[in-house]
């Protein structure tokens, strides 16, 4: 189906324009237009590339599209992590930690539940249950990671990012639609929301003013883009090289697997690296600016490629079954946050936040807590959230191997 694309699969600079030029769209949107705020910039990228796919007017798979998982989103993870000490916004984190964790708890349960349930039904659940643990406790990253580990065919990570992109969508709405509703606010504390109110912040655009001009030099772009390209470096070899060291494979021991599977993920090593050396070197990262912004750029070309795979006539064939599974996944997600935000007290706002960066990761929680108006939660939902690339490699790696074993 990728021959009757309007751009072809080889327009390479077609490709990139477009990918470029939507984020580019839709942060525009976003900063323009008040419901653009509301629904996200991110959202309007994954779904203006999804439409686009299916009205054949881009291909569904590239070169292009692969350069983004290999090059853009390794850049872009430091960049997003320079101003995330985590010794100075632990006392603001440490909430949104446990809310996090909590929330994690729900898709672990729902990815078993969903397992037992659906194990019959869809081959290869084993790979496709690792993959989505590990993509919903901390995002799509995770899950290019997890599928290259488990070496899963390429038909069956398509038709999976193509349910779980739709699902994404659909659960994003849901929870940008929450805050309104009097039922939830009715239920529990919403400090951030009332501030926004009292300051008669809630008819301004958020994002706009979160993303204001600040200044910027040519010397905070060379170090910004320079170390973020010697951290993947750096990080990237060091994984390589443990990879090669910690023995792995069927006739080696689990905590094998383990370790390797910890120090081998070039992912989990590179924001590893990149917390410590943003922790120790705090007063080099904390006088470069313009970081945060260029690497959010980078996610929003990102999010353009993970909507492009979703294909309605692919998971009207392929995945409906797999749509059901991240249904009961999503599902469970939402029950275990709001069942333990109400019985620890969480406000309304952690648990929207913790939900969302479990399933859609730090970017997606980030931007909701802009779009918002919360601003003192967007910096601790992002290192939360980048946390959860460590957190949900760990998970989808250990709930992978012992599916496996059914």
């Not at 109400?342 to 936040?353: D, V």
Request: charged letters at 10%.
């Amino acid at each position: 189906m990728y021959l009757f694309s309007l751009i072809q699969t080889d327009d390479t600079w077609l490709l990139w324009a477009f990918l470029a030029g939507w984020a580019a769209v839709s942060i525009h949107l976003e900063q323009k237009y008040s419901w653009a705020s509301k629904l996200s910039g991110a959202i309007i990228a994954l779904v203006g590339a999804m439409l686009l796919a299916n009205l054949n007017i881009i291909p569904t798979a590239a070169p292009v599209y692969d350069a983004v998982w290999s090059y853009v989103v390794p850049l872009a993870l430091p960049l997003l992590l320079f101003q995330s000490n985590i010794l100075k916004i632990w006392n603001e984190s440490g909430r949104l930690l446990i809310m996090f964790l909590l929330s994690s708890i729900g898709t672990v349960f729902g990815a078993i539940v969903g397992f037992f349930l659906l194990k019959d039904i869809i081959p290869g659940l084993d790979k496709i249950g690792g993959m989505m643990t590990g993509s919903y406790i901390g995002g799509s990253v995770n899950l290019a990671a997890l599928s290259a580990r488990f070496e899963t065919p390429g038909e069956v990570v398509s038709s999976t990012v193509v349910a779980d992109n739709m699902m994404m969508a659909l659960y994003f709405l849901a929870l940008m639609a929450m805050p309104a509703m009097r039922f939830f606010r009715s239920k529990f504390g919403t400090p951030h929301i009332n501030e926004v109110e009292q300051n008669g912040e809630g008819n301004e655009n958020q994002a706009a003013a979160y993303w204001k001009g600040k200044e910027i030099s040519l010397k905070d772009i060379a170090f910004s883009i320079g170390t973020a390209f010697v951290l993947v470096a750096v990080s990237f070899k060091l994984a390589e090289l443990f990879s090669a060291i910690i023995p792995s494979g069927s006739d080696v021991n689990f905590i094998f697997h383990i370790l390797n599977a910890a120090l081998g993920d070039n992912y989990l090593m590179l924001t590893t690296i990149t917390l410590i050396s943003v922790t120790v070197f705090s007063r080099y990262f904390e006088r470069i600016k313009g970081a945060q912004e260029i690497g959010t750029y980078l996610i929003y070309i990102f999010f353009v490629v993970i909507g492009v795979p979703a294909s309605l006539p692919i998971i009207l064939q392929n995945a409906p079954l797999l749509l059901v599974f991240v249904l009961i996944m999503v599902g469970m997600n939402m029950i275990a946050s709001f069942v333990f935000g109400k019985i620890f007290k969480f406000n309304l706002e952690e648990i929207i936040l913790a939900s969302n960066a479990n399933i859609g990761g730090p970017t997606t929680a980030a931007a909701m807590a802009i779009s918002k108006g919360w601003s003192r939660l967007v910096a601790p939902i992002l290192i939360v959230g980048t946390l959860g690339y460590i957190i949900g490699n760990y998970a989808g790696t250990v709930i992978g191997y012992w599916f496996s074993t059914f």
